[in-house]
């Protein structure tokens, strides 16, 4: 049996619609910031991002923290045609963005 879903599952939200649905709508969607761990910097880099690229994830961040250093917030936007992420901006201190919704980060509050 093939498992069809619905079509809201192929379309982008915004926020404050997550934040109507319920428990069990928002069961099957996982929000995941991807950080860069010692030893797994290529995989991080360069194997998930094809990955979620592949399954047509539009956008990915990708967290690091250099040694000693401000976290950095690298952001990548899926080109639909090639299905290849392109380079959007790197933050430092404070996230500022609108897509995929509008949000601020401050990166050096805990």
Known sequence: MEMIAPAWMHEQITAAQYDSWSEEQCAGIEIVADIVSPGSEST??????GE??????????RMEQPAGGVPLVHTHVLDP????YRD???HAGVVTVSAPFPATIDLSQP
Not at 44 to 49: E, H, I, N, P, Y
Not at 52 to 61: D, E
Not at 81 to 84: G, H, P, S
């Open 88 to 90: 959007g901006d790197v």
């Open 44 to 49: 991080d880099r360069f194997v998930k991002a």
């Open 81 to 84: 045609a090639t299905r290849i």
């Open 52 to 61: 979620y690229a592949r399954a047509g994830i539009t956008y990915y961040w």
